[in-house]
């Protein structure tokens, strides 16, 4: 990691900090898990700006970008589920199908081992049948 990168997410870190202790003087001990209810999902334009331009501008597009983070947090296993599970959501706001992202999950057992996949499928799946049910109200 750069040294101009570490910087940009020192200050990131430190406006979320902040951000917290404006909303609400308990969650300076906030844990980042809580992010996962306080933003659910960003709209895609936002996903494509942070994930696919801002940091890699000729590289890839937020929904690959997006897919690649699905394969290295389903290697992390159970640690991650928060994470996993968001980045899910984000990805499908970015264009993934379903289909793709647990494509990507199956490629990954042969990583983290099937005990992660079939975790990492099962986080999916609750996303997957969430999303049907705004779908269908």
């Known amino acids: 990691m750069s ?3 570490s910087k940009l997410f020192q ?3 430190q406006s979320g ?3 917290a ?3 609400n003087p308990a969650l300076e001990t906030l844990d ?3 992010f996962e209810k306080m933003i659910p999902t960003m709209p895609a334009d936002m996903l494509e700006m942070w994930f696919g331009r801002t940091f890699n501008r000729d590289g890839l597009d ?3 970008r997006l897919l690649v983070t699905v394969a290295a947090l389903t290697v992390l296993g159970a640690h991650a589920e928060p994470q996993l599970r968001l980045t899910i959501r984000h990805a499908i706001e970015a264009g993934a199908t379903a289909r793709e992202v647990a494509e990507v999950i199956y490629q990954m057992g042969m990583f983290g081992g099937i ?3 079939q975790k990492a499928l099962e986080v999916a799946q609750g996303v997957f ?3 049907e049910g705004k779908q269908s109200s």
Do not use: G, N
Request: glycine share 0%; charged share 25%.
């Open 32 to 34: 980042p898990r809580a």
């Open 11 to 13: 200050q990131m870190m």
């Open 17 to 19: 900090q902040e951000m």
């Open 3 to 5: 040294e101009a990168f």
């Open 21 to 23: 202790r404006a909303f």
């Open 129 to 131: 049948s969430e999303q």
């Open 115 to 117: 005990p992660a996949m």
């Open 62 to 64: 937020a929904k690959t």
